[in-house]
Protein backbone atom coordinates (compact mmCIF):
# COMPACT_ATOMS: atom_id res chain seq x y z
CA UNK A 1 0.00 0.00 0.00
CA UNK A 2 1.46 3.44 -1.09
CA UNK A 3 0.78 6.08 1.25
CA UNK A 4 0.38 9.78 0.07
CA UNK A 5 -0.97 13.13 0.75
CA UNK A 6 -2.11 15.57 -1.71
CA UNK A 7 -3.03 19.23 -2.53
CA UNK A 8 -3.16 21.60 -5.54
CA UNK A 9 -1.83 24.80 -5.54
CA UNK A 10 -4.02 28.29 -6.94
CA UNK A 11 -2.30 27.91 -10.22
CA UNK A 12 -3.38 24.69 -11.18
CA UNK A 13 -0.10 22.61 -10.06
CA UNK A 14 -1.08 19.60 -8.36
CA UNK A 15 1.53 17.73 -5.91
CA UNK A 16 1.59 14.77 -4.51
CA UNK A 17 3.77 13.92 -1.27
CA UNK A 18 5.06 10.44 -0.65
CA UNK A 19 7.23 10.03 2.67
CA UNK A 20 9.57 7.55 2.86
CA UNK A 21 11.88 7.76 5.97
CA UNK A 22 14.21 4.73 4.62
CA UNK A 23 15.82 6.82 1.95
CA UNK A 24 18.03 9.55 2.31
CA UNK A 25 17.05 10.65 -0.87
CA UNK A 26 14.40 12.53 -2.09
CA UNK A 27 12.69 11.94 -5.89
CA UNK A 28 11.12 14.53 -7.96
CA UNK A 29 9.09 14.38 -10.37
CA UNK A 30 7.22 16.23 -12.77
CA UNK A 31 4.43 15.17 -15.77
CA UNK A 32 3.56 17.39 -18.33
CA UNK A 33 0.08 16.19 -20.26
CA UNK A 34 1.91 16.45 -23.46
CA UNK A 35 2.93 13.75 -25.42
CA UNK A 36 3.07 13.30 -29.28
CA UNK A 37 -0.42 12.81 -29.89
CA UNK A 38 -0.93 16.67 -29.15
CA UNK A 39 0.90 17.69 -31.96
CA UNK A 40 -0.39 18.86 -35.24
CA UNK A 41 0.12 16.50 -38.35
CA UNK A 42 2.56 18.84 -39.87
CA UNK A 43 4.72 20.19 -36.65
CA UNK A 44 4.99 16.53 -35.34
CA UNK A 45 8.06 15.60 -32.76
CA UNK A 46 7.55 18.99 -30.71
CA UNK A 47 7.33 16.97 -27.35
CA UNK A 48 9.88 15.36 -27.81
CA UNK A 49 11.77 18.01 -28.82
CA UNK A 50 11.26 19.70 -25.73
CA UNK A 51 12.15 16.75 -23.42
CA UNK A 52 15.89 17.46 -24.60
CA UNK A 53 15.10 21.65 -25.04
CA UNK A 54 13.97 21.86 -21.33
CA UNK A 55 17.44 20.91 -20.03
CA UNK A 56 18.91 23.99 -22.52
CA UNK A 57 18.51 26.28 -19.58
CA UNK A 58 15.93 28.89 -18.21
CA UNK A 59 15.98 32.01 -17.34
CA UNK A 60 18.15 32.71 -13.96
CA UNK A 61 19.81 29.10 -14.68
CA UNK A 62 21.77 28.95 -17.81
CA UNK A 63 22.82 25.21 -17.60
CA UNK A 64 19.99 23.22 -15.92
CA UNK A 65 22.25 20.79 -14.92
CA UNK A 66 25.29 22.54 -13.83
CA UNK A 67 23.51 23.50 -9.69
CA UNK A 68 22.25 20.40 -9.57
CA UNK A 69 25.35 18.02 -9.96
CA UNK A 70 27.04 20.45 -7.23
CA UNK A 71 24.47 19.07 -4.89
CA UNK A 72 24.51 15.66 -5.50
CA UNK A 73 22.25 15.62 -7.69
CA UNK A 74 21.06 13.24 -11.20
CA UNK A 75 18.20 13.66 -13.27
CA UNK A 76 16.82 12.47 -16.77
CA UNK A 77 13.40 12.44 -19.11
CA UNK A 78 11.71 10.69 -21.19
CA UNK A 79 8.39 11.31 -24.04
CA UNK A 80 6.01 9.32 -25.02
CA UNK A 81 2.81 9.97 -27.40
CA UNK A 82 0.86 10.70 -23.84
CA UNK A 83 3.12 12.57 -21.58
CA UNK A 84 6.60 13.88 -20.95
CA UNK A 85 8.25 13.21 -17.56
CA UNK A 86 10.98 15.19 -15.88
CA UNK A 87 12.77 13.42 -12.65
CA UNK A 88 15.61 13.84 -10.60
CA UNK A 89 16.71 12.20 -7.54
CA UNK A 90 18.74 14.43 -4.88
CA UNK A 91 19.82 14.36 -1.63
CA UNK A 92 17.06 14.98 1.21
CA UNK A 93 18.79 18.04 2.51
CA UNK A 94 19.56 20.39 -0.96
CA UNK A 95 15.79 19.23 -1.81
CA UNK A 96 14.76 23.05 -2.30
CA UNK A 97 17.81 23.55 -5.53
CA UNK A 98 15.45 20.78 -7.27
CA UNK A 99 12.08 23.34 -6.58
CA UNK A 100 14.66 26.08 -7.72
CA UNK A 101 15.78 24.87 -10.72
CA UNK A 102 12.26 23.12 -11.44
CA UNK A 103 10.10 25.88 -11.16
CA UNK A 104 12.77 28.00 -12.95
CA UNK A 105 12.24 26.11 -16.31
CA UNK A 106 8.28 25.90 -15.78
CA UNK A 107 8.70 29.84 -15.14
CA UNK A 108 10.25 30.60 -18.19
CA UNK A 109 12.64 28.69 -20.74
CA UNK A 110 15.64 30.66 -21.93
CA UNK A 111 14.94 30.71 -25.63
CA UNK A 112 17.85 31.11 -28.20
CA UNK A 113 18.39 30.26 -31.74
CA UNK A 114 21.74 28.37 -30.12
CA UNK A 115 20.06 26.27 -27.94
CA UNK A 116 17.04 25.54 -30.33
CA UNK A 117 20.13 24.77 -32.67
CA UNK A 118 21.63 22.67 -31.04
CA UNK A 119 18.70 20.48 -29.31
CA UNK A 120 17.36 19.88 -33.23
CA UNK A 121 20.68 18.39 -33.86
CA UNK A 122 20.81 16.07 -30.94
CA UNK A 123 17.45 14.69 -32.10
CA UNK A 124 18.44 14.48 -35.71
CA UNK A 125 21.26 12.81 -34.94
CA UNK A 126 19.36 10.71 -32.50
CA UNK A 127 16.80 10.05 -35.52
CA UNK A 128 19.47 8.61 -37.86
CA UNK A 129 20.92 6.33 -34.98
CA UNK A 130 18.22 4.74 -33.13
CA UNK A 131 15.30 4.93 -36.23
CA UNK A 132 17.47 4.91 -39.69
CA UNK A 133 20.81 2.90 -39.01
CA UNK A 134 19.59 0.21 -36.61
CA UNK A 135 17.89 -2.70 -37.27
CA UNK A 136 14.47 -2.58 -37.05
CA UNK A 137 14.57 1.05 -35.92
CA UNK A 138 12.02 2.24 -38.56
CA UNK A 139 9.39 -0.36 -37.41
CA UNK A 140 6.79 1.99 -35.82
CA UNK A 141 7.84 4.37 -38.19
CA UNK A 142 6.03 2.57 -41.01
CA UNK A 143 3.54 0.45 -38.25
CA UNK A 144 1.76 3.58 -36.78
CA UNK A 145 0.65 5.01 -39.54
CA UNK A 146 -0.59 1.68 -40.86
CA UNK A 147 -2.69 1.17 -37.39
CA UNK A 148 -3.59 4.70 -37.34
CA UNK A 149 -5.60 6.45 -39.70
CA UNK A 150 -6.89 9.03 -37.71
CA UNK A 151 -5.68 9.33 -34.63
CA UNK A 152 -2.15 11.18 -33.90
CA UNK A 153 -0.71 7.77 -32.23
CA UNK A 154 0.05 7.16 -36.02
CA UNK A 155 3.31 9.64 -35.29
CA UNK A 156 6.04 7.96 -33.36
CA UNK A 157 7.49 10.60 -30.81
CA UNK A 158 10.41 11.08 -32.83
CA UNK A 159 7.68 12.59 -35.50
CA UNK A 160 6.08 11.99 -38.28
CA UNK A 161 8.94 13.42 -40.52
CA UNK A 162 12.30 14.90 -39.87
CA UNK A 163 11.78 17.68 -41.74
CA UNK A 164 9.18 19.06 -39.12
CA UNK A 165 12.14 18.76 -36.15
CA UNK A 166 14.67 20.26 -39.16
CA UNK A 167 12.28 22.89 -40.10
CA UNK A 168 11.14 23.74 -36.69
CA UNK A 169 10.58 27.40 -35.89
CA UNK A 170 11.49 29.61 -33.30
CA UNK A 171 8.05 31.10 -32.96
CA UNK A 172 6.59 27.80 -33.23
CA UNK A 173 8.31 25.78 -30.64
CA UNK A 174 7.59 29.06 -28.40
CA UNK A 175 3.69 28.84 -28.82
CA UNK A 176 4.03 24.82 -27.98
CA UNK A 177 5.82 26.00 -24.76
CA UNK A 178 3.51 28.57 -23.89
CA UNK A 179 0.47 25.99 -24.72
CA UNK A 180 1.67 23.09 -22.60
CA UNK A 181 4.49 23.59 -20.06
CA UNK A 182 2.28 25.29 -17.95
CA UNK A 183 1.63 24.34 -13.86
CA UNK A 184 -2.02 23.71 -14.25
CA UNK A 185 -0.82 21.03 -17.13
CA UNK A 186 1.09 19.42 -14.31
CA UNK A 187 1.70 16.94 -11.72
CA UNK A 188 4.07 17.54 -9.35
CA UNK A 189 5.29 14.73 -7.29
CA UNK A 190 7.70 14.26 -4.35
CA UNK A 191 8.99 11.01 -2.69
CA UNK A 192 11.29 10.49 0.24
CA UNK A 193 12.38 11.32 3.53
CA UNK A 194 10.18 14.56 3.27
CA UNK A 195 7.89 15.87 5.88
CA UNK A 196 4.06 17.65 3.99
CA UNK A 197 4.03 21.18 5.54
CA UNK A 198 8.11 21.64 4.27
CA UNK A 199 6.98 20.30 0.74
CA UNK A 200 3.77 22.73 0.83
CA UNK A 201 5.86 25.53 1.75
CA UNK A 202 8.46 24.86 -0.62
CA UNK A 203 5.61 24.25 -3.57
CA UNK A 204 4.08 27.66 -2.86
CA UNK A 205 7.49 29.89 -2.72
CA UNK A 206 8.78 28.68 -5.96
CA UNK A 207 5.73 27.15 -7.86
CA UNK A 208 3.18 29.21 -6.28
CA UNK A 209 3.99 32.71 -8.28
CA UNK A 210 3.96 31.05 -11.50
CA UNK A 211 0.73 31.94 -13.55
CA UNK A 212 -1.61 29.23 -15.00
CA UNK A 213 -2.43 28.98 -18.68
CA UNK A 214 -4.63 29.43 -21.07
CA UNK A 215 -7.18 26.33 -20.92
CA UNK A 216 -6.31 23.52 -23.31
CA UNK A 217 -9.11 21.82 -25.83
CA UNK A 218 -7.96 19.04 -26.87
CA UNK A 219 -9.63 17.65 -30.28
CA UNK A 220 -8.49 14.87 -31.15
CA UNK A 221 -9.76 13.07 -33.70
CA UNK A 222 -10.61 9.24 -32.39
CA UNK A 223 -9.69 6.46 -34.65
CA UNK A 224 -12.81 4.50 -36.29
CA UNK A 225 -13.25 0.71 -36.13
CA UNK A 226 -10.91 -1.57 -38.06
CA UNK A 227 -13.06 -3.44 -40.66
CA UNK A 228 -10.62 -4.60 -42.99
CA UNK A 229 -7.28 -6.47 -42.55
CA UNK A 230 -4.24 -4.57 -43.37
CA UNK A 231 -0.41 -5.15 -44.31
CA UNK A 232 2.46 -4.21 -45.51
CA UNK A 233 5.81 -6.17 -46.69
CA UNK A 234 8.76 -4.78 -46.53
CA UNK A 235 12.46 -5.42 -47.39
CA UNK A 236 15.33 -4.04 -44.84
CA UNK A 237 19.25 -5.03 -43.98
CA UNK A 238 18.82 -6.94 -41.20
CA UNK A 239 19.68 -9.93 -39.36
CA UNK A 240 16.38 -12.36 -39.40
CA UNK A 241 12.81 -12.18 -40.80
CA UNK A 242 10.22 -10.96 -38.48
CA UNK A 243 6.45 -11.08 -38.50
CA UNK A 244 4.96 -7.73 -36.63
CA UNK A 245 0.86 -8.28 -35.79
CA UNK A 246 -1.02 -5.58 -34.15
CA UNK A 247 -4.55 -5.11 -32.85
CA UNK A 248 -6.45 -2.40 -31.80
CA UNK A 249 -7.05 -2.46 -28.15
CA UNK A 250 -9.24 -0.27 -25.35
CA UNK A 251 -7.63 2.12 -23.43
CA UNK A 252 -5.23 2.88 -20.53
CA UNK A 253 -8.65 3.45 -18.15
CA UNK A 254 -10.97 1.08 -19.42
CA UNK A 255 -12.39 -2.19 -17.23
CA UNK A 256 -11.06 -4.38 -20.39
CA UNK A 257 -7.34 -3.01 -20.01
CA UNK A 258 -6.24 -5.89 -17.49
CA UNK A 259 -7.83 -8.32 -19.48
CA UNK A 260 -5.86 -7.47 -22.35
CA UNK A 261 -2.66 -7.24 -20.88
CA UNK A 262 -2.84 -10.81 -19.14
CA UNK A 263 -3.78 -11.86 -22.80
CA UNK A 264 -0.35 -11.07 -23.84
CA UNK A 265 1.60 -12.13 -21.37
CA UNK A 266 -0.24 -15.66 -21.84
CA UNK A 267 0.62 -15.25 -25.06
CA UNK A 268 4.66 -14.53 -25.04
CA UNK A 269 5.83 -13.71 -21.61
CA UNK A 270 8.53 -16.25 -20.45
CA UNK A 271 9.53 -19.71 -21.66
CA UNK A 272 6.30 -21.06 -20.32
CA UNK A 273 4.11 -18.54 -22.27
CA UNK A 274 1.80 -20.60 -24.94
CA UNK A 275 3.69 -18.87 -28.23
CA UNK A 276 6.99 -19.97 -26.93
CA UNK A 277 6.00 -23.35 -25.93
CA UNK A 278 4.51 -24.15 -29.28
CA UNK A 279 6.48 -21.73 -31.89
CA UNK A 280 9.88 -21.87 -30.12
CA UNK A 281 10.46 -25.16 -28.16
CA UNK A 282 7.93 -27.62 -29.31
CA UNK A 283 7.65 -26.42 -33.56
CA UNK A 284 10.54 -24.15 -33.84
CA UNK A 285 9.28 -21.61 -36.52
CA UNK A 286 10.46 -18.62 -34.40
CA UNK A 287 13.61 -18.06 -32.47
CA UNK A 288 11.73 -15.74 -30.38
CA UNK A 289 8.17 -14.61 -29.97
CA UNK A 290 7.00 -11.48 -28.07
CA UNK A 291 3.53 -9.79 -27.17
CA UNK A 292 2.69 -6.58 -25.62
CA UNK A 293 0.35 -3.73 -24.81
CA UNK A 294 1.29 -0.02 -25.88
CA UNK A 295 -0.61 0.78 -22.76
CA UNK A 296 -2.06 4.27 -23.95
CA UNK A 297 -4.41 7.01 -22.29
CA UNK A 298 -6.52 6.69 -26.21
CA UNK A 299 -7.87 3.45 -27.15
CA UNK A 300 -3.98 1.73 -28.21
CA UNK A 301 -2.57 -2.16 -29.38
CA UNK A 302 -1.79 -5.44 -28.31
CA UNK A 303 1.88 -6.56 -30.73
CA UNK A 304 2.66 -9.62 -31.37
CA UNK A 305 6.33 -10.13 -33.12
CA UNK A 306 7.95 -13.17 -34.16
CA UNK A 307 11.52 -13.84 -34.94
CA UNK A 308 11.76 -16.56 -37.68
CA UNK A 309 14.36 -19.47 -37.30
CA UNK A 310 16.06 -19.73 -40.49
CA UNK A 311 14.62 -21.14 -43.41
CA UNK A 312 10.99 -20.48 -42.49
CA UNK A 313 8.56 -19.30 -44.94
CA UNK A 314 6.54 -15.71 -43.77
CA UNK A 315 3.86 -17.97 -45.10
CA UNK A 316 3.90 -20.35 -42.38
CA UNK A 317 5.12 -18.15 -39.49
CA UNK A 318 2.39 -16.52 -40.16
CA UNK A 319 -0.60 -19.05 -40.55
CA UNK A 320 1.39 -20.91 -37.43
CA UNK A 321 1.11 -17.69 -34.89
CA UNK A 322 -2.00 -16.63 -36.37
CA UNK A 323 -3.77 -20.60 -35.57
CA UNK A 324 -2.16 -20.12 -31.91
CA UNK A 325 -3.99 -16.54 -31.48
CA UNK A 326 -7.31 -18.50 -32.68
CA UNK A 327 -6.82 -21.27 -30.57
CA UNK A 328 -6.85 -18.59 -27.59
CA UNK A 329 -9.81 -16.92 -28.99
CA UNK A 330 -12.40 -20.12 -29.53
CA UNK A 331 -10.91 -22.25 -26.49
CA UNK A 332 -10.34 -19.88 -24.12
CA UNK A 333 -7.81 -20.66 -21.16
CA UNK A 334 -7.94 -22.63 -17.61
CA UNK A 335 -8.21 -21.43 -13.96
CA UNK A 336 -4.20 -22.48 -13.51
CA UNK A 337 -3.03 -20.96 -16.78
CA UNK A 338 -4.66 -17.57 -15.80
CA UNK A 339 -3.29 -17.91 -12.35
CA UNK A 340 0.03 -18.24 -13.24
CA UNK A 341 0.17 -15.19 -15.11
CA UNK A 342 -1.44 -13.55 -12.23
CA UNK A 343 1.28 -14.35 -10.22
CA UNK A 344 3.78 -13.23 -12.26
CA UNK A 345 2.24 -9.46 -12.59
CA UNK A 346 2.06 -9.30 -8.65
CA UNK A 347 5.88 -9.93 -8.85
CA UNK A 348 5.93 -7.14 -11.45
CA UNK A 349 4.07 -5.02 -9.51
CA UNK A 350 5.86 -5.51 -6.00
CA UNK A 351 9.03 -4.84 -7.79
CA UNK A 352 8.17 -1.79 -9.65
CA UNK A 353 7.38 -0.17 -6.13
CA UNK A 354 10.66 -0.95 -4.49
CA UNK A 355 12.42 2.55 -5.64
CA UNK A 356 10.83 5.47 -4.77
CA UNK A 357 11.65 7.21 -7.78
CA UNK A 358 9.25 4.82 -9.36
CA UNK A 359 6.77 5.14 -6.93
CA UNK A 360 7.18 8.73 -7.63
CA UNK A 361 6.49 8.13 -11.33
CA UNK A 362 3.39 5.75 -10.60
CA UNK A 363 1.98 8.32 -8.63
CA UNK A 364 1.98 11.26 -10.87
CA UNK A 365 1.13 8.92 -13.58
CA UNK A 366 -2.15 7.53 -12.11
CA UNK A 367 -2.91 10.82 -11.00
CA UNK A 368 -2.98 11.94 -14.61
CA UNK A 369 -5.08 8.99 -15.23
CA UNK A 370 -7.65 10.15 -12.66
CA UNK A 371 -6.67 9.51 -9.15
CA UNK A 372 -3.64 8.32 -7.49
CA UNK A 373 -5.24 6.17 -5.46
CA UNK A 374 -5.77 4.09 -8.14
CA UNK A 375 -2.31 2.80 -7.38
CA UNK A 376 -3.13 0.42 -4.69
CA UNK A 377 -6.19 -1.27 -6.52
CA UNK A 378 -3.98 -1.79 -9.28
CA UNK A 379 -2.91 -5.45 -8.38
CA UNK A 380 -7.17 -5.81 -7.71
CA UNK A 381 -7.88 -5.42 -10.80
CA UNK A 382 -5.67 -7.87 -12.58
CA UNK A 383 -7.08 -10.32 -9.78
CA UNK A 384 -10.33 -9.74 -10.46
CA UNK A 385 -10.52 -10.91 -14.35
CA UNK A 386 -11.58 -14.29 -14.92
CA UNK A 387 -11.43 -16.93 -17.88
CA UNK A 388 -14.69 -15.59 -19.47
CA UNK A 389 -13.34 -12.21 -19.27
CA UNK A 390 -10.47 -13.17 -20.73
CA UNK A 391 -12.11 -15.46 -24.20
CA UNK A 392 -14.96 -11.98 -24.38
CA UNK A 393 -11.78 -9.91 -24.79
CA UNK A 394 -9.86 -12.17 -26.87
CA UNK A 395 -13.10 -12.60 -29.10
CA UNK A 396 -13.59 -8.92 -29.45
CA UNK A 397 -9.90 -8.22 -30.57
CA UNK A 398 -8.13 -10.69 -31.58
CA UNK A 399 -10.21 -11.51 -34.94
CA UNK A 400 -8.85 -10.77 -38.62
CA UNK A 401 -10.28 -7.76 -39.67
CA UNK A 402 -8.84 -6.09 -36.51
CA UNK A 403 -5.61 -7.26 -37.91
CA UNK A 404 -2.39 -5.42 -39.29
CA UNK A 405 0.38 -7.20 -40.41
CA UNK A 406 3.63 -6.41 -41.18
CA UNK A 407 6.19 -8.78 -43.01
CA UNK A 408 9.93 -7.55 -42.22
CA UNK A 409 12.40 -9.30 -44.39
CA UNK A 410 15.98 -9.38 -44.65
CA UNK A 411 17.66 -8.53 -48.04
Known sequence: MIQFEKFTLDNGLKVIVHQDKSTPVVAVNILYHVGAKDETSDLTGFAHLFEHLMFGGSVHIPKYDEPLQMVGGENNAFTNNDIT???????????????????????????????????????????????????????????????????????????????????????????????????????MVVAGDVELEEVKRLSEKWFGPIEKGAKI?????????????????????????????????????????????????????????????????????FSSVQAFVSGDIHPGMIVFAGYLSDGVSMEDADKALTNEIE??????????????????????????????LDRAMNLAYYELLGNAKEINKEFEKYQNVNTTDIQRVASDILVKNNATTLYYQKK
Not at 160 to 187: G, L, Q, R, T
Not at 266 to 285: D, I, T, Y
Not at 327 to 340: I, P, R, S
Open 85 to 187: NYYLSIPKENLETAFWIESDRMLDLAFSEKSLEVQRNVVIEEFNQRYLNQPYGDLWLMLRPLVYKNHPYQWATIGKDISHIENAKMEDVKAFYKKYYNPDNAI
Open 217 to 285: ERNIPMEPKQTEARFLKVERDVPVNAIFKVYHMCSRVDADYHATDLISDMMANGKSSRLHQKLVKENPL
Open 327 to 356: HLVNDGVTEEELQKVKNKVESVLTFSEINT
